[in-house]
């Protein structure tokens, strides 16, 4: 048994599991994942009632699982059918997912009243770990039309909240205003002094916009695109077919050659988000593990350097489940977690997945 478990002890609140963990997650390192999993994973075990059910149906006793392999992990539809919650406590707001045309229902991930906040501290620093610094160190654009006016949707109240701690002057959220897009970039970039930009951007609307700069050159050549980082999530949200992730970026440079191309994966279920700084590759905070496993098996090991289900664990859902079973199909490579769409037969739901080439 873990020493973090014997220290949180089946009594311990959720204030009290969520402050270990964070003291661990600001220091930024792996060592102590396990036991850390683990403590979680028996405090969820003791404290979650579907997640309790799920483990009695899978005859699987929270004191025999000493590895992360062996924890069974929940499958993300359980949040479209069930309050999906660890502790005794009144649930105060909710991210829903945003759905397509075929989406008969939504995932709904309920949180605490400090939830909102904790959110806000677990996205700030799964940025600074990942990109090297505050977010306040860039400037931020949204380009989020499916997103704007939904309170209930967790990308939106991300970008908005990096927004307000960068000092945005004005709103930086955009719907189909292609015009007021580039206005906006032309006016960051008026000061000499500004700072790098990043464009938050939906996939189908990154493409809708590039199609409207194809016949303005005079505009593309203005901007010092070298300091532009658009970052695209969120797919085609059932919009036409979903184009591969490599033919999404060749777009993306045929018209904007100096710009650089990054990704986001995150989803309702999720507290934390990873980033693909090269476009492709994935990676995640420390208190974050992607497990890619064989897709008819899903107590399987974990593959490496082959295509299967994802799993993942995201220590920082310490009011929901931490561990997911997603119906993502990706690649778990030594440069970060590729990913490779839906699979088959999944529902198709937001959040930077793109069709297998």
């Known amino acids: 048994m873990s020493h973090a478990f014997q220290d949180w002890g089946a009594g311990a609140s959720l204030a009290e599991v969520r402050s270990r963990l964070w003291s661990w997650m ?20 003791l404290h979650n009632a579907p997640y309790r ?25 359980v949040f479209k059918s069930h309050d999906v919650k660890s502790g005794a406590w009144e649930p105060k707001n909710v991210f829903r997912s945003s759905g397509t045309t075929q989406t008969i229902s939504r995932a709904q991930h309920w949180m605490d009243d400090a939830g909102l906040a904790w959110y806000a501290q677990v996205s700030r620093l799964a940025w600074q770990a990942q ?10 654009l949204g380009l989020l039309p499916g997103y704007i006016g939904r309170e209930d949707a967790s990308l939106l109240t991300m970008v908005a909240d990096f927004m307000g701690q960068a000092g945005a002057l ?31 951007g939906v996939t189908w609307a990154i493409l809708d916009w590039l199609d409207s700069l194809v016949n303005d050159r005079g505009w593309l050549d203005s901007v010092p695109w070298r300091h532009v980082t658009l970052i ?14 490599e033919e999404v970026h060749a777009r993306i440079k045929a018209v904007l050659p100096d710009i650089h191309v990054a990704s986001e994966y995150g989803m309702t279920e999720m507290m934390s988000q990873g980033y693909a700084k090269d476009g492709i590759h994935h990676t995640f905070p420390c208190w974050v593990r992607p497990l890619v496993r064989e897709p008819r098996d899903p107590r399987s090991s974990a593959l490496k350097h082959r295509v299967g289900r994802l799993d993942i664990v995201d220590l920082a859902n310490v009011h929901s489940c931490a ?14 977690l590729m990913l490779l769409g839906r699979q088959d037969h999944s529902e198709v739901r937001g959040c930077s997945l793109l069709a297998t080439p």
């Open 53 to 77: 059910a799920f483990l009695e149906a899978m005859r699987v006793r929270p004191e025999d699982i000493s590895s992360l392999e062996d924890i069974p992990f929940l499958p993300v539809e």
């Open 323 to 336: 561990f997911l079973a997603t119906g993502d199909a990706a690649n778990l490579t030594p440069k970060g």
């Open 170 to 200: 004005e709103e930086g959220m955009l719907m189909h205003d292609h015009g007021e897009l580039n206005a906006r970039v032309t006016r960051h970039f008026e000061d000499p002094q500004s700072r790098p930009l990043m464009l938050f």
């Open 232 to 245: 695209e999530t969120g797919g085609m949200k059932g919009r036409g077919i979903e184009p591969i992730r």
């Open 26 to 45: 600001r220091e930024g390192t792996e060592e102590g994942f396990l036991d850390h999993a683990l403590a979680l994973f028996r405090w969820q075990a």
């Open 131 to 140: 990109w090297g610094g505050p977010v306040a160190d860039w400037a931020w």
